[in-house]
């Protein structure tokens, strides 16, 4: 796959952008769209605009390229007029309509607004459903649920274990790491081999979590992978789980994607927009408490009130 811009489309091979510079959530519920751009453009060199490090999970979307995007702060980093058709999959705010029409393609693909014709943008409906919806106005066939991964080549380090994914991009996201050590004991004696998984920054709360887990009699050491796996192989081991306990983060989103059975804790995002799809999941929150402030250092009251037993019970209730 493509990790720089080191062509730009020509006669032969015309060029798509689609502009996303989020997430690995925000790719994974993107997946949809990106599979009806690549049906109907065929002929066309696609690349995904996002973030650097996230060039391991498009190889698992397959036949999309990449251009590294860190934001946008600045116009992409495309010569004016190369791109054939642009793709606004990021939002519908002034700052991505405007790097897209930095472009000068020949042909956009946005919601609406101000000189640029597509669908009213709407809330409250699912993120997989909002993309293919665009789409599907700009008469490009889509279908949300066509959401499903490839394997990656890796092998995952512990198939069949339960995956608890400790971090999150946010605090309002961040469930405490007591209740997760107290799943993973009451998971572990119940004969669960427990994988402790999350970024590199999110060390520090996968170690805490062993600690107290080691505390009342589970030693979680050998299962402690957070911060030590690529990209390619944390997707390994979430398509090989026995069942995944997790936030509203991309963990909870490559379980729906492998088909994983999934305990979701949601807090401040809608989960009408967010939430997995059709399958092995079951969604724990309190919506009547939710406050909703995605970016808050603190954790959502909605996903407060969601406790150990709750977490354990939907694990039951999934027969994993």
């Not at 796959?1 to 997430?23: I, V």
């Given at each position: 796959?493509?990790?720089?811009?080191?062509?730009?489309?020509?006669?032969?091979?015309?060029?798509?952008?689609?502009?996303?510079?989020?997430?690995?959530?925000?790719?994974?519920v993107a997946v949809p769209a990106l599979r009806g751009l690549r049906r109907a453009f065929p002929e066309h060199r696609i690349l995904y605009a996002g973030p650097a490090w996230i060039a391991e999970a498009?190889?698992?979307?397959?036949?999309?390229?990449?251009?590294?995007?860190?934001?946008?702060?600045?116009?992409?980093?495309?010569?004016?007029?190369?791109?054939?058709?642009?793709?606004?999959?990021?939002?519908?705010?002034?700052?991505?309509?405007?790097?897209?029409?930095?472009?000068?393609?020949?042909?956009?693909?946005?919601?609406?607004?101000?000189?640029?014709?597509?669908?009213?943008?709407?809330?409250?409906?699912?993120?997989?459903?909002?993309?293919?919806?665009?789409?599907?106005?700009?008469?490009?066939?889509?279908?949300?649920?066509?959401?499903?991964?490839h394997r990656p080549e890796v092998p995952s380090p512990c198939p069949g274990a339960t995956v608890i994914h400790v971090g999150a991009a946010y605090g309002s996201r961040l469930w405490p790491v007591e209740?997760?050590?107290?799943?993973?004991?009451?998971?572990?004696?119940?004969?669960?081999?427990?994988?402790?998984?999350?970024?590199?920054?999110?060390?520090?709360?996968?170690?805490?979590?062993?600690?107290?887990?080691?505390?009342?009699?589970?030693?979680?050491?050998?299962?402690?992978?957070?911060?030590?796996?690529?990209?390619?192989?944390?997707?390994?081991?979430?398509?090989?789980?026995?069942?995944?306990?997790?936030?509203?983060?991309?963990?909870?989103?490559?379980?729906?994607?492998?088909?994983?059975?999934?305990?979701?804790?949601?807090?401040?995002?809608?989960?009408?927009?967010?939430?997995?799809?059709?399958?092995?999941?079951?969604?724990?929150?309190?919506?009547?408490?939710?406050?909703?402030?995605?970016?808050?250092?603190?954790?959502?009251?909605?996903?407060?009130?969601?406790?150990?037993?709750?977490?354990?019970?939907?694990?039951?209730?999934?027969?994993?």
């Open positions: 796959m493509d990790t720089a811009l080191d062509s730009y489309g020509n006669q032969d091979q015309p060029l798509l952008l689609a502009l996303r510079a989020l997430k690995l959530g925000d790719l994974l498009l190889e698992l979307v397959g036949g999309i390229g990449h251009l590294p995007t860190p934001g946008l702060d600045h116009p992409l980093t495309v010569p004016h007029g190369v791109v054939d058709v642009a793709v606004n999959l990021h939002g519908n705010g002034p700052e991505s309509r405007l790097r897209i029409q930095e472009l000068g393609a020949g042909r956009i693909v946005a919601h609406a607004s101000a000189g640029i014709d597509g669908p009213p943008w709407i809330t409250g409906i699912p993120e997989r459903e909002r993309w293919t919806r665009l789409l599907n106005w700009h008469g490009i066939d889509a279908d949300p649920l066509d959401f499903r991964l209740r997760f050590a107290d799943v993973a004991v009451q998971l572990a004696a119940a004969g669960h081999r427990i994988a402790l998984t999350g970024g590199t920054s999110e060390r520090a709360r996968a170690e805490e979590t062993a600690a107290l887990a080691k505390l009342k009699g589970a030693n979680l050491d050998d299962g402690l992978l957070a911060g030590r796996q690529s990209l390619a192989e944390f997707a390994a081991t979430i398509a090989e789980a026995r069942v995944v306990i997790s936030a509203d983060t991309g963990a909870a989103h490559l379980a729906s994607a492998y088909q994983r059975p999934s305990v979701v804790l949601f807090g401040p995002a809608p989960v009408e927009e967010w939430g997995p799809p059709p399958g092995p999941h079951v969604v724990l929150t309190a919506v009547e408490l939710r406050r909703g402030d995605v970016f808050s250092a603190e954790p959502d009251p909605a996903l407060l009130a969601v406790s150990a037993g709750d977490v354990l019970e939907a694990v039951e209730k999934l027969g994993c």
